[in-house]
């Protein structure tokens, strides 16, 4: 059974960084390209960032392209976004979907706030 | 970037009919925007529906169908049930490396 389950979410400052990971089970993690998806509280689906299978190519969205990092360890099944700088407007819940073919996790909530 | 935009919201009747449309800020949507069509429901992830335009998942039901229609992509739904009712979204890539979702359709089923 495909899994994908985020963790990392929390209360951060404005300025502060955190790690979300992704881990995922069920299949070969490896063969696949990943996302980052956010959805700010009663708002809309916004795409964060992508990652292709080997890590080796990334994409983001402008509005948070130079602050956060996508990456993954393929060893570990696990994606991971490094968010850095963080402002306000970056609280949401944020999930991991695999390439877009229907599987996503469940979310992880980043609250930032003072 | 390029501004994805869907109808806000839409009402169907049980067992109606109801097209569901998406557009591209940068002109017509074409099947080079690999169209997706996603489900949300209250509290739950997104699922995915539609893929490339017009494919289903095995778990995408019947009475759901993709398609291009007057240079958008579009979801129609076909004898609507009252679990359809839901917000859907729409995803266009863009260069195949950048992608952006529509505002969302919220559906009435009433």
């Known amino acids: 059974e495909v899994q994908l389950v985020e963790s990392g979410g929390g209360l951060v400052q404005p300025g502060g960084s955190l790690r979300l990971s992704c881990a995922a089970s069920?299949?070969?993690?490896?063969?696949?390209?990943m996302h980052w998806v956010r959805q700010a509280p009663g708002k809309g689906l916004v795409w964060v960032s992508r990652?292709?299978?080997?890590?080796?190519?990334?994409s983001y969205a402008d509005s948070v392209k130079g602050r956060f990092t996508i990456s993954r360890d393929n060893a570990k099944n696990t994606l991971y976004l490094q968010m850095n700088s963080l402002r306000a407007e970056d609280t949401a819940v944020y999930y991991c979907?695999?390439?877009?073919?229907?599987?996503w996790g469940q979310g992880t909530l980043v609250t930032v706030s003072s | 970037q390029a501004v994805v935009t869907q109808e806000p919201s839409l009402t169907v009747s049980p067992g109606g009919t109801v097209t569901l449309t998406c557009g591209s800020s940068?002109?017509?949507?074409?099947?080079?925007?690999?169209p997706y069509w996603f489900q949300q429901k209250p509290g739950q992830a997104p699922r995915t529906l539609i893929y490339?335009?017009?494919n289903k998942h095995s778990w995408t039901p019947a009475r759901f169908s993709g398609s291009l229609l007057g240079g958008k992509a579009a979801l129609t739904l076909s004898g609507a049930q009252p679990e359809d009712e839901a917000e859907y979204y729409c995803?266009?890539?863009?260069?195949?490396?950048?992608?952006?979702f529509g505002g969302g359709t919220k559906l009435t089923v009433l």
């Open positions: 990652i292709n299978s080997d890590g080796s190519s990334t």
């Open positions: 490339d335009t017009s």
């Open positions: 979907a695999r390439d877009w073919d229907g599987y």
């Open positions: 995803l266009l890539s863009y260069s195949g490396d950048l992608w952006v």
């Open positions: 069920g299949f070969t993690f490896s063969s696949y390209w």
């Open positions: 940068t002109g017509a949507v074409t099947s080079g925007h690999y």
